[in-house]
């Protein structure tokens, strides 16, 4: 009901009163949230989205597997940021996950019995093993960029026996950056 509807000014007051109050108090509890930290100095920083990377190797043909054994290298980079030479020198970064049971040091896919996993190498095409290998990288003043780059390997029983699954895949790595 409008307010100008009301017949008393007293009762027009109190309905905006009312309609307006909180129906429910607060108490404070004291300090309650405790934020801590440690800021530090390293070497460089590492570009904003970065921490986020997708590589996409779009279709492969399953025949392509089966002859080569192994996809072309999809490339991607981790882009570093105002790198000071005062505080650090080298780089080791290495890459960790979900190892494949048939091809150690490569990376398996989240679907089961597909047949394939996924391989890392440095920009010279050497690969780097999951979770027990890195590449020594020396910095540089300022911006750079480490290039490497994943490639699709067909497990050998899969394609000795023409058994890779089609259809999407997905894997999941966790770069690390080591400054010394």
Not at 22 to 38: C, E, K, R, W
Not at 101 to 122: C, H, M, R
Request: glycine share 10%; charged share 20%.
């Amino acid at each position: 009901m409008p307010i100008e509807h009301l017949k008393s000014p007293t009762l027009a007051v109190f309905f905006t009163l009312y309609m307006v109050s909180p129906t429910s108090s607060a108490i404070p509890y004291g300090d309650n949230v405790h934020l801590s930290g440690t800021l530090v100095a390293e070497p460089c920083a590492l570009r904003p989205g970065d921490e986020n990377i997708r590589v996409d190797f779009g279709g492969i043909v399953d025949k392509y597997l089966y002859i080569n054994g192994r996809s072309p290298s999809q490339a991607f980079h981790l882009h570093l940021q105002g790198c000071d030479l005062s505080i650090g020198k080298q780089l080791n970064v290495s890459f960790s996950g979900n190892e494949s049971s048939v091809l150690p040091g490569l990376l398996a896919v989240q679907q089961t019995n597909s047949g394939i996993a996924v391989g890392i190498e440095d920009a010279a095409g050497k690969a780097i093993a999951l979770n027990s290998g890195s590449k020594e990288v020396t910095l540089e003043k300022g911006d750079m960029t480490l290039k490497f780059a994943a490639w699709i390997q067909g497990e050998p029983q899969a394609i000795k026996e023409h058994t890779i699954a089609r259809g999407e895949f997905s894997a999941v790595a966790t770069f690390r950056l080591d400054y010394r």
